[in-house]
């Protein structure tokens, strides 16, 4: 009985810090981003879309993009996050036009391309769903300064498991540079002032 109550209080303190971790590290990366700028974030990814189409970062210039790494079998942060978006794409109104929202995927293993197509269609019509081989997602979220992991313990090979990773927005000029991130909590009129204010400037 004692030993049991010692596991259960010992496997809350390791999801407490493993917690703390990634919200230290999702603070001291958002920090990282707004000093220093624009070079650090992003940059060329090559990715499948959800209609199975291959399709690098090149063929998004000349839009903003709003991206977002996650998986579709985030129980919460996930679906909340690009229901934010979609509703900044809402809020946007014709100026959305504009604007291509993107969800990549960190868990490319169960999220194939079929899957993908049946997961974004719930967010938004424009929202484009990205997969790829583990190689290719695990370049993209590198290339953003995605954190994502399996946490050990968790049987990666069969049945349900989750994937840990933090959770920005990110903002991309039409250029494909950087611009800003939003982190979680961040509002959708809150997003699309801002998109709206850089379109007009
Ligand atoms: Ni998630």
């Known amino acids: 009985m004692t030993a049991r109550i010692i596991r259960i209080a010992l496997a809350s303190l390791v999801g407490l810090m493993i917690a703390a971790g990634i919200a230290w590290w999702q603070v ?3 920090q990282e981003m707004t000093t220093s700028g624009a070079a650090a974030v992003g940059g060329p990814f090559a990715l ?8 690098t970062d090149a063929d998004f210039r000349g ?5 977002y790494f996650g998986y579709t079998y985030c129980p919460d942060v996930c ?4 229901g934010v978006m979609a509703q900044a794409m809402d809020r946007l109104g014709p ?3 504009k604007v291509q929202p993107l969800f990549i995927t960190v868990d490319p293993k169960r999220d194939t391309v079929a899957h993908m197509a049946g997961y974004v269609e719930l967010f938004h019509p424009r929202l484009v ?3 790829g081989t583990p190689e290719q997602t695990a370049a993209a979220a590198k290339a953003y300064r995605v954190y ?4 050990t313990g968790q049987d990666a090979a069969g049945g349900d498991y989750l994937v840990d990773h933090s959770s920005f927005i990110y903002l991309m ?3 494909g540079a950087f611009q800003r991130v939003f982190a979680a909590g961040a509002e959708p009129d809150q997003i699309a002032a801002d998109i709206r204010s850089r379109l007009a400037g």
């Open 79 to 82: 679906p909340t996050e690009l």
């Open 129 to 131: 769903g990205l997969t």
């Open 95 to 97: 100026l959305a036009e």
């Open 48 to 55: 499948v879309d959800h209609t199975g189409r291959p399709v």
């Open 28 to 30: 001291k990366t958002a």
């Open 63 to 67: 839009k903003h993009l709003l991206v």
């Open 173 to 175: 000029g039409p250029d």
């Open 148 to 151: 994502h992991a399996v946490p």
